[in-house]
């Protein structure tokens, strides 16, 4: 019985790290899509990666903890912008909110790209309809990270990540 349980807590202590990394980590290649950003200009994934890798994050106005972690995106792409990151915030409000979306990016003076996705076309293609969705995608289109949601503190991991993938550029 003990030989049992000694197996089952090292079977644990084996997996569980290999879950922890299948949730957060996802290798994969980007597609491209038609990208419509929030000042009405039109792009492509494609176009935009051809510029250097980027962090995309899906968000809602009305998603509080996206809102929390915007402060951190506006500041990583700010420091890391002439390394050629640049930070996508994929917005999943309905086309009526448009309005409130350009008020909320233009007070709080953020500096990144926004895209509107109104019906959600870009967030399902890329399972990004929990929020906040962090992917971070390096310039040969593969995508090297992703998480989900977010709670204080997680910046420091989400800056990590961008730390290892320039290095690798």
Request: aromatic share 8%; hydrophobic share 40%; net charge positive.
């Amino acid at each position: 019985m003990r030989a049992l349980h000694k197996i089952q807590i090292l079977v644990f202590l084996f997996c569980f790290p290999m879950l922890i990394a299948q949730e957060q980590t996802t290798i994969g290649k980007m597609p491209d899509m038609d990208i419509r950003l929030l000042d009405g200009k039109k792009t492509t994934m494609y176009r935009l990666l051809d510029s250097g890798p980027i962090l995309i994050d899906f968000w809602a106005t009305w998603c509080k903890p996206c809102k929390q972690v915007m402060v951190h995106l506006n500041r990583f792409h700010s420091k890391y912008k002439d390394t050629g990151l640049r930070v996508l915030m994929i917005n999943q409000d309905t086309p009526r909110s448009l309005g409130k979306v350009k008020s909320y990016i233009n007070s709080k003076e953020y500096q990144f790209l926004v895209c509107i996705d109104p019906n959600q076309q870009i967030a399902k293609k890329l399972n990004g309809q929990i929020m906040p969705n962090l992917l971070l995608v390096d310039q040969d289109r593969s995508i090297k990270w992703r998480h989900q949601g977010y709670m204080a503190g997680e910046e420091r991991e989400i800056e990590k990540q961008i730390k290892i993938l320039l290095a690798a550029q």
